[in-house]
């Protein structure tokens, strides 16, 4: 191979938020510092598609032999403040669901605003705790 997987596969690194693309950013993570973003592929081996899976393998053999390089690091770090933005905002959404009257919230039809309140700030707090366990935000 003589392209970085990296810059081949840049699109769904940097730009694709379904579960499989969220996995191989994982992985970008783990190999950018894999004290602080663990990736165990026997856990998630079952997530990924033939397609996804290859890209998986180009990026490990391709690190393998060439280490860390520009292209990796780049995608790394965008991904890094990607996430950190995403959790910003969610923390921004959750402060908001804190400080509002639940009965004020904007709720679809057949069902009360309190309900949809309490579901929108569960949501909020797991992405929240998610994001502090992932080290993208603090407390």
Sequence with gaps: MSQSPYVLHKKILLDDTYGTARLLQDFVLYQYESGQYPFDINEHRGGFDSRHLQIYSELK???????????????????????????????DELVRLREMQPGTYPADSGETPIDAHRAALESREMFHRRYVASGFTAE
């Design 61 to 91: 053999q391709w690190f393998w032999e060439n280490g860390p390089d520009p292209s990796s690091n780049e995608i790394a770090e965008a991904i890094i403040a990607k996430r950190r933005a995403d959790a910003q905002a969610n923390f």
